[in-house]
């Protein structure tokens, strides 16, 4: 039996702690996850501050609980991926300062990994490898974007949003329909119990057959539905259906039926938008798999809505389990595994990056 190639993966873009062991590329031996929910939830959304200090925190606690649940030793692990972007520049530096501290100890080499690009890796964790080219759609809080990839670590940006992310608007519309936090869950529940044609918001496709996304403009119309159009108390003629509706302004105005209504309308419309965009892309790409990735990849609708298209087109979906739409590090020790065999190794003085770089 061939010796197992085992990567240690770290993640800490944003609020979520977590290492992982993987190996060659698909076993997922170990993957830990600290959330940091309950401390962003009172403030609706994350503090920058408070998830770099809290990775600081759990940042040792997760990769010995990472590499005790993997029954992996330290001498058996082949390299340390990590995160080094894009993402929160406080949280990254966290991460990264810890995989070099391991990757100098150990002795061992250091791969920086990009974490949208395992975002589009991760549909193959635990699974059979994904079949190339693929068009993947990763969609979070942070990124909604189209890729045309022709490997694990080649890919080529296709369209991303120009305002929020999908992910973003979730959260926000959530805080709107005082749902709570985090948005996304909070919203495909409502929404379980609402009519998704009871109102017809606002579709933002761009011009022509653009693959750019925007979703700022279908967060506001939620906003003026619920609370009105400040400084406007009467109709004009012309105006959309959705703001033809005369009632007090506040959420609290609004019964449960009718929150449930605007979340399932609301969670319709983000939808359609992404999976037309897809569909653009695909068409355009002619792949043979469409990817999904991202926390939003976990919503309910969306994954539905996407086995249809995916039908349609004859194309072969891949998505990644409920537990690596999330942010986690089996994606990262994952694709981190595909540089490894490339022999790309990066030195100690990786830097952390804020937004990708082109």
């Not at 355009?284 to 996407?306: D, Q, T, Y």
Request: hydrophobic letters at 40%; charged letters at 20%.
């Amino acid at each position: 039996m061939s010796k197992r190639t085992c990567i240690l993966g770290i993640e800490t873009s944003c609020d979520e702690t977590a290492c992982a062991v993987v190996a060659d590329g698909t076993e997922v031996l170990s993957s830990v996850v600290a959330s940091q929910i309950e401390l962003h939830a009172r403030y609706g959304g994350v503090v920058p501050e408070i998830a770099s200090r809290a990775h600081i925190e759990a940042i040792n606690t997760v990769i010995e609980q990472a590499l005790s649940k993997s029954e992996v030793e330290p001498r058996q692990i082949s390299a340390v991926a990590v995160t080094c972007e894009p993402g929160l520049i406080g949280s990254l530096l966290v991460g990264l300062m810890a995989a070099k501290t391991i990757a100098w100890i150990w002795d061992i080499p250091l791969i920086g990994v990009n974490h949208v690009y395992a975002h589009a890796y991760a549909a193959s964790l635990d699974t059979d490898p994904i079949d190339y080219p693929a068009v993947a759609l990763i969609c979070s809080g942070g990124h909604t974007s189209l890729y045309h990839c022709q490997s694990p670590t080649e890919l080529a940006l296709l369209g991303s949003t120009i305002d929020d992310a999908a992910g973003e608007a979730f959260d926000k519309v959530s805080s709107i329909l005082d749902l709570g936090y985090p948005g996304g869950p909070a919203i495909d529940k409502a929404a379980r119990q609402g009519n998704p044609n009871a109102i017809q918001f606002p579709k933002t496709l761009l011009k022509g057959d653009s693959l750019d996304f925007s979703f700022s403009g279908l967060k506001t119309a939620v906003l003026y539905y619920v609370n009105g159009v400040p400084g406007e108390q009467r109709r004009r003629k012309g105006r959309s259906k959705f703001l033809q509706v005369s009632r007090p302004r506040g959420i609290e105005n609004f019964s449960a039926g009718q929150v449930a209504d605007i979340a399932a309308s609301f969670q319709a419309t983000v939808v359609d938008v992404l999976t037309t965009k897809l569909s653009r892309a695909t068409r355009r790409i002619a792949p043979k798999s469409l990817l999904l990735g991202g926390g939003v990849a976990a919503n309910s609708l969306l994954r539905s809505e996407a086995t249809s298209l995916a039908e349609e087109l004859g194309c072969t979906l891949r998505m990644p389990e409920m537990r690596f739409c999330l942010d986690n590090a089996a994606m990262i020790a994952g694709l981190g595994y595909s540089y490894f065999r490339m022999g790309q190794f990066a030195g100690l003085d990786l830097e952390a990056h804020a937004t990708v770089r082109r």
